[in-house]
C-alpha cells in the first residue's frame, strides 16, 4: 500500500473552518476524512509529499491516521506531528501528538514511538517524524495539521 505524508495550516473564523483551510492546503479538502489508529500494513511504501495529487473522485472516503490542533483566536498558535517507524517487511505504526510547541510536539511523538515499539516483537529498521506549525491571531482560529493518507479514495 503507498501512504503518502501531508502536512497543512489555516485559518478561519471557526474551528471547522480553520480545518478545512488546512486540509486545503494539504490539497484533500474535497474529501470525507476517515481516522485509523497506527499501523502500517505489511509491504506498505510511505512518501512525503508537498501536497496530495487527485486521489479519486469528490467526496469520497479517504483513510488516514490524523495528528491535527486547533488553537483558539487570540492563543499561540498549534502545533501537530505525526511519526512513523517500519520494519524490514515495511510494516510499522503511526504516532501523532498535538500542542503548541513543535519541539515538545516532536518529543511526544518519539516518545509514543518508544512505547509502540516495547509493545510489538518486530525488528524496527526505521524511524521518521514530521511536525507542522501555525501561529496564532487575535481574529481567527488556527490549525495544523500532519496526515498519513492509506491508499487513494474509496465511495461511501
Given at each position: 500500500?503507498?501512504?503518502?505524508?501531508?502536512?497543512g495550516?489555516?485559518?478561519g473564523?471557526?474551528?471547522?473552518?480553520a480545518y478545512?483551510?488546512?486540509l486545503a492546503?494539504?490539497?484533500v479538502?474535497?474529501?470525507?476524512i476517515?481516522?485509523?489508529?497506527?499501523?502500517?500494513?505489511?509491504?506498505?511504501?510511505?512518501?512525503?509529499?508537498?501536497?496530495?495529487?487527485?486521489?479519486g473522485?469528490v467526496?469520497?472516503?479517504?483513510?488516514?491516521?490524523?495528528?491535527?490542533?486547533?488553537?483558539?483566536?487570540?492563543?499561540?498558535?498549534?502545533?501537530?506531528?505525526?511519526g512513523?517507524?517500519t520494519?524490514?517487511?515495511?510494516?510499522?505504526?503511526?504516532y501523532?501528538?498535538?500542542g503548541t510547541?513543535?519541539e515538545?510536539v516532536?518529543?511526544?511523538?518519539?516518545?509514543?514511538l518508544?512505547?509502540?515499539r516495547a509493545?510489538?516483537?518486530?525488528?524496527?529498521?526505521?524511524?521518521r517524524?514530521?511536525?507542522?506549525?501555525v501561529?496564532?491571531n487575535?481574529?481567527?482560529?488556527?490549525?495544523?495539521?500532519?496526515?498519513?493518507i492509506y491508499?487513494?479514495?474509496?465511495?461511501?
Open positions: 500500500m503507498q501512504i503518502r505524508i501531508v502536512t495550516t489555516g485559518t473564523p471557526t474551528p471547522i473552518a478545512d483551510a488546512a492546503a494539504a490539497g479538502h474535497n474529501y470525507n476517515t481516522t485509523v489508529s497506527s499501523v502500517i500494513p505489511d509491504g506498505s511504501t510511505l512518501e512525503i509529499v508537498d501536497s496530495a495529487p487527485d486521489l473522485p467526496g469520497e472516503r479517504l483513510t488516514v491516521v490524523e495528528a491535527r490542533a486547533t488553537s483558539g483566536v487570540g492563543e499561540s498558535g498549534a502545533a501537530a506531528g505525526l512513523w517507524t520494519t524490514e517487511s515495511d510494516r510499522g505504526l503511526f501523532e501528538a498535538t510547541d513543535p515538545r516532536r518529543e511526544g511523538v518519539a516518545a509514543g518508544d512505547s509502540g509493545l510489538r516483537e518486530w525488528t524496527f529498521t526505521d524511524e517524524i514530521v511536525t507542522e506549525h501561529e496564532g487575535d481574529g481567527s482560529f488556527a490549525t495544523a495539521l500532519v496526515l498519513g491508499g487513494d479514495s474509496e465511495p461511501i
